[in-house]
């Protein structure tokens, strides 16, 4: 049986680079894939205009239409949406030719009902109404090029197609339209109205007169998700002090590719973890201001949360911890791992004393997930740890069983264990060898062993009895229920 | 039957009566006259004639009925009472036009905030009516959480996964934590009372919102609710009633949900009390299924703090405490681990509902006590205890004798080493001479609980 956890692989970050089957799966958006490169097949008409008269189209037309397939690329397609909303982009070209309307229709705040569910396949010039939509900011922006200012990019990464920058003038008309667009939008709902009129406020006097920190989870939540059109791969970690920038910000295929990256830095660079975990926060509010939340969203939680582990941050840990607890709720999300990260949830409960919340998660469970190997294991080690009777005997065996991200975990908080139960070896035993001590509480090595009783300051009460290195836990009894009970009173930062 | 009640109600010429089909009520006038009937109730300040009414399933008398009606139709009553009359008129008329549980929960739950308003400045004759109020509130958020739930689980398997935009972001409270908290208006209502003269005081009825309220948080699963609960009883406590002094039903539903909570923080001897007392009030009146509920927690709490076992004619008429404790009352009495192991896997989701699984886990060490307790007397009552004797002899009350699982000497030193930490042995290990030394005097103390 205990061969059988063995033989359980979390997930590691190793395995992850190369076999990823989520990459695999999506072609389209996959990490390899440059991210400009319109999804094949281009529609024909556009195709057909470009070749035969190479002025007669107007930029914001070729951009609408690459904005769409961009779009259509990030909400993951199927090949029966894409044609659907290639035909509808023939349809609408055709319509605009047919009417002389191409370079009279405004194609920046053009949509269609492919990706606009409940807009009618119209021009935007016959409609006389300002339709809008979510990419149709992006295209505000792209359309009205100014001045394509090469991005002073630092990193190799320049190789990528720069997007064209923008003039803060033509930046701040873009946002003041698309305000203006989402009020209207959203005034139809009182409660929409509400959080629409706080958007444009922001940074309210209001707001900020209780609150210093611009409020990057209330931002998430009240309002629209922005679409990034930063291309650079890495970023710095800021806390957001107001609105995000869209320049700022990177949309889901670059993402990705960052998490390569840094999974590179990380693994054959050897990068040091403050800096990764700087990295994968900015990667993580990227990902928040846009509302991305999806399988992706959880392989940069998780693999967030296995680095900080690895790296003792139970802080970040546990911020990754609680995140990745409401996205495996979502729907459409399929949670690969929630059982293994659930496990890690319940060992950290443990450890933190809230046996309360184990039985909660415990009366949740499935019998098929009671069997799952991740939470078997942490529920065997739950009971060992029982507060009737510390089973070190089982627990430090269930410990020595464990790999990776669990053995990882436990580590975090294995001295406190082991002081634990020294307090009640001492109380039964008047002398031990310490070779009993070094495989009862599985230590790796004698000098890890040493160190622990160094540190308690216990190394006093060795004596040596027939070439024999012995404790006394007579004589060390006072000191070791000292720190017991003092162990008990764990500080952790980071939210459980 | 009905057309002819819309006839003779069509003879009487109706002001602002919006409603053209009528509903199988009664003729207008019984109608009206049955308001007036309310009303004096309300100015007789009879709780008990109200609560009746506003217990009933459903008052035909007010399904054809506006306020307006009423106000033009009657001498001027108190406008206090308005807002109740309204909401009690919105919600049987309500209950008429649809079965959707969570509409009528709205109006199950505007009509407690009517009753709670009106109580601010009445004596103790509201609560009676507002209690039954309270209580019909609890019963429909339950139904109308099952309904949702039951609906949520369909919805998940068919969910279209393409829409993944946050319109699901911010999932609406249950029907449930909404009571929860609602019923705290009403508490303080009992709890803010400051008429001196204890016989119209409102205090007498915060056990009852308390109960109900403990009752609901151990339905959430809401163990922090119910503590902070707890604690805000705690501090007011001398200027509460005595719990021996108010209702025995409302009495026995605090105790019983209080000990829960208690039992759940390990604050066994408290817990032990309050069940006690649960049972002692409930003896004579209450049924059969209610005490079964408060044996189920006084067995191992009253072993945890007595040692004592329950004799088996004592609980021969309660088949569902028998069906769950025979296995761990045999056990404790020898000793045998298997069968503890059995009866505690096999009730262990129930345990865990009921806050009791540390204090049954406990009782474990307990059997492991009395075991090796046996092999000691077994073995002579030497002081000295053969390690491997009382290995081999775990080894078969945990596995039996026909398997092939071993039991470690380190597990063994393990479990002794605990049971002398927590004072169930006296005496020490030598691990060198794989022997324990127990003490002359008193080897197996009896440990109580505390």
Known sequence: MSHNYNQVNPTSLNSRQGSNSYYNNNPPVGAGAPPNQPPPPPPPPQHQHQQQQPQGLPQSLTSFVEQCHQLASLRQFTPEQTTQMQTQLRELIQLADTQNKIWVNDWDSQSIPALVPGVALDLVCNTQVATTAKHVRANNNNGKIVKPKPKNNKSKDSSIVQMDTLTSKSAKRARAARFEQESMLRSSSPVSAASASMNTASPSPGHSSYHNDFDEEAYARNNKPLIGLSQTYLKNYFRLTSAPDPMNVRPLPILKQTLQILLDKYTKQGEKYTYICDQFKSMRQDLRVQHIEEEFTVIVYETHARIALENGDLGEFNQCQTMLTSLYSKPGIQGFNRLEFLSYKILYQLFTGNIDSIFQIRLGLTQRELTDDFIAMSLKLVKSMSQNLLNYHEFFRLYSLTLKTTKRLIDQFINSIRIKSLAIIVQGYKQLPLEFLLTELRFHSEPECLAFFAEYKLEQFMELKNDKVVFNTDKARPTVLGFSNKARKIDIKGQI | MSQFAAHSRNKIPVAGSDSASSGPGTSYESNISFV???????????????????????????????????????????????????????????????????????????????????????????????????????????????????????????????????????????????????????????????????????????????????????????????????????????????????????????????????????????????????????????????????????????????????????????????????????????????????????????????????????????????????????????????????????????????????????????????????????????????????????????????
Not at chain 2, 185 to 209: A, H, M, P, W
Not at chain 2, 332 to 343: S, V
Not at chain 2, 391 to 399: F, G, P, Q
Request: proline content about 3%; aromatic content about 10%; glycine content about 4%.
């Open chain 2, 36 to 450: 007036r009937q309310m009303l004096l109730l309300f100015r007789k300040e009879d709780g008990k004639g109200l609560s009746d009414i506003f217990q009933k399933s459903m008052v035909k008398e007010l399904l054809n009925l506006s306020v307006a009606q009423i106000t033009s139709e009657l001498p001027p009553f108190p406008k206090e009472i308005k807002p109740i009359l309204e909401a009690f008129i919105t919600l049987n008329q309500t209950k008429m036009r649809t079965g959707d549980q969570k509409a009528l929960f709205q109006c199950y739950y505007s009509l407690l905030q009517t009753w709670n308003k009106y109580a601010e400045g009445m004596e103790n004759w509201v609560m009676q009516p507002l209690a039954a109020v309270a209580d019909q509130l609890v019963k429909c958020a339950e139904r109308a959480d099952e309904i949702k739930s039951s609906q949520a689980s369909k919805r998940s398997l068919n969910f279209d996964s393409s829409n993944t935009n946050n319109n699901n972001g911010i999932e609406e409270e249950n029907c449930l934590t909404k009571t929860g908290r609602i019923l705290d208006v009403s508490k303080r209502l009992c709890l803010t009372d400051r008429n001196e003269d204890g016989s119209v005081s409102k205090k007498v009825y915060i056990y009852y919102f308390a109960g109900l309220q403990l009752k609901i948080y151990s339905k959430l699963q809401n163990t922090a609710l119910a503590k902070n609960l707890e604690k805000v009883l705690a501090s007011k406590s001398k200027e509460l009633p005595s719990i021996r002094e108010i209702p025995k039903a409302h009495a026995v539903r605090y105790l019983y949900f209080s000990a829960v909570v208690k039992v759940g923080e390990g604050d066994y001897s408290t817990a032990y009390e309050k069940f006690q007392l649960a049972y002692q009030l409930s003896h004579q009146s209450l049924g059969k299924k209610l005490k079964e509920k408060i044996l189920i927690y006084l067995i191992p709490l009253t072993f945890i703090m007595k040692r004592k076992i329950p004799k088996a004619q004592a609980l021969e008429k309660y088949e569902r405490v028998v069906t769950i404790y025979s296995g761990l009352i045999a056990s404790l009495r020898t000793g045998n681990l298997a069968q503890f192991d059995r009866f505690f896997s096999s009730f262990e989701n129930f345990f865990l509902k009921k806050n009791l699984y540390i204090a049954i886990e406990s009782l474990r060490v307990s059997v492991l006590v009395r075991l090796i307790k046996s092999t000691y007397i077994i073995n002579g009552s030497s002081p000295h205890l053969n390690l491997n004797l009382v290995t081999k002899a775990i080894e078969l009350s945990t596995y039996g004798s026909s398997s092939g699982n071993i039991t470690s000497l380190e597990l063994t030193e393990c479990y002794i080493a605990n049971l002398i930490y927590e004072g169930h042995i006296r005496g020490f290990i030598s691990h060198g001479n794989e022997i324990l030394v127990l003490s002359k005097v008193e080897p197996f103390p009896k440990v109580l609980g505390k």
